[in-house]
């Protein structure tokens, strides 16, 4: 497993620990949810409905591989076995990764521009010059657009333990790169 996956898993781990208790709870989901839907009132209910169902599945697959006690939380280490394990997780951070994308594309054209972009990713907790960074290497357009394909893959990509180099390497705060 690549240094690289670890850091940005460590990462994703603080921000989904939303409320800062030091395991994720299904409550953290709720609470990162409702931060995104927040930001992105003019998006159709149906994709609002898809992102906040995209949240609660993502919480749904860590559980359910990794709640062994069923006591509704999960600590870092049990977070890093699960997440980095494509096999176990590829379903759920799929999904994830197109309901958010979607969410931030209110008209449905494929293209999110860089307003939409850094109100999500800094609502669920990102830094604001890690999140630009991240919009810069995902190449936008002439208009400042980036598609909700190559972020979708970006996501994907996130949790890939065997990727280094990769473009959301921009999220982890240390390795930010202009």
Do not use: C
């Not at 995902?138 to 394909?149: C, G, I, K, R």
């Not at 390497?169 to 930010?176: F, N």
């Amino acid at each position: 497993m690549r240094t690289e996956a670890v850091d940005r898993v460590r990462t994703v781990f603080a921000l989904f620990d939303a409320d800062g208790n030091g395991v994720i709870e299904a409550d953290d989901f709720e609470l990162m949810a409702d931060r995104v839907l927040g930001v992105t009132p003019e998006a159709p209910d149906a994709r609002r409905s898809a992102a906040l169902s995209g949240f609660r599945a993502f919480w749904a697959a860590l559980a359910g591989e990794l709640d062994a006690h069923g006591d509704g939380r999960i600590d870092f280490e049990e977070f890093k076995a699960v997440v980095l394990a494509p096999e176990r997780f590829d379903a759920a951070v799929t999904e994830f990764a197109e309901a958010l994308t979607e969410v931030a594309d209110p008209d449905g054209d494929g293209l999110i521009g860089r307003a939409d972009f850094v109100a999500v990713l800094t609502a669920i907790g990102f830094a604001a010059p890690n999140v630009e960074s991240l919009f810069e290497g995902l190449e936008p357009t002439a208009s400042d657009q980036v598609t909700t394909s190559a972020w979708a893959e970006a996501i994907k990509d996130y949790y890939r333990p065997d990727l280094a180099g990769i473009v959301g390497d921009r999220l982890v705060p240390a390795l930010t790169t202009g």
